[in-house]
């Protein structure tokens, strides 16, 4: 049933991607899907982008937002966006490293020393240039939203070093920096999607996870693992990511509203996600018992995987690239 599902929902999305519909109606209509709630700070942005859109194309675009995986996982999705089948998505930023391979950079471990750091990058003009610039690939990057800082967390175990993670099974994203860093760190990385985590965790098929706070709450993962070690190992850009062929059909005036909304969305995101990660650390520790473990050794973190960088830059010549780049813009 679930897949008739699917294949229903492919369908009715296809004929909706189209120009010209019938009077009264809007004459671009926009699908987008993602696997989150709709509390989460990253349904808000596709929301307030939807009504950016709306507003100021005078009612001629409209953007559909399908939340909660109603289209799939985040991987089922993006083949769906690569085909044209939905116009816009969020994905992890390493998950399209498959297709140009300089995204495999944001997932490294320690690529950015602090939050400031990471905006002025992400944030700068060129960045955004280099986002724009794969439509012949499948697909463009209108801008990236913040996900936080990622650390691990378990039921008992306070992760302080790598050797703490030592021998245990730790879910990973599907992201090959993510499963080469809990290798170098000693862990066995486990690649399951987002949803299974929770049962995952609940019948011990994995020891631990990583992510950011609000996983503890918006997941409700805080009702197994009540330890968070906050080594934040890692600060992964999402994207919002538009369909190559749905981008190329658009007028550059089209262009440049869908691309406005989604980079105002991005800049209100900032402030909403700081406020939920603030409410969800307040709840998890309050109503949920979990413990918050800071005196972790970072450098020992840092040092065990310090080698990922080298060997990422010389096996994807993108990913030197985007090092560079990087590093040019951390100095400006």
Known sequence: MKKLTKVLIGAAVASAMSFGVQAGAAEITLTAAHTLNETHPTHLAFVEMADLIKKNSNGRIEMQIFPNAQ????????????????????????????????????????LFKDKAEYYKVMDSKKMQDFFLSTADKGFVTLTYLTSGQRSFYTPHKAIRSPADIKGLKIRVQNMKSQIDMVKAMGGTPIAMAYGEVYTALQTGVIDGTENNELSLTEANHGEICKVYSEDQHAMIPDTI????????????????????????????????????????????????????????????????????????????????????????????
């Open 71 to 110: 289209m799939g996982s985040a991987a089922e999705t993006l083949e769906m966006c690569l085909n044209g089948d939905v116009s816009i998505i969020n994905c992890g930023s390493p998950q399209l490293g498959t297709y140009a391979e300089e995204y495999h950079t944001f997932g490294l471990p320690f």
């Open 241 to 332: 990511v538009m369909s190559g062929k749905v981008w190329k059909e658009l007028s550059d005036a089209d262009k440049k509203i869908v691309l406005d909304a989604a980079i105002t969305a991005r800049e209100h995101h900032k402030v909403a996600w700081d406020k939920a990660v603030a409410e969800s650390m307040e709840k998890a520790k309050t109503k949920m018992g979990v413990q918050f473990v800071t005196d972790v050794d970072k450098g020992a973190f840092v040092k065990a995987t310090e080698g990922l960088r080298q060997d990422y830059a010389e096996q994807y010549p993108g990913v030197k690239s985007m090092l560079k780049l990087i590093d040019e813009l951390k100095a400006e």
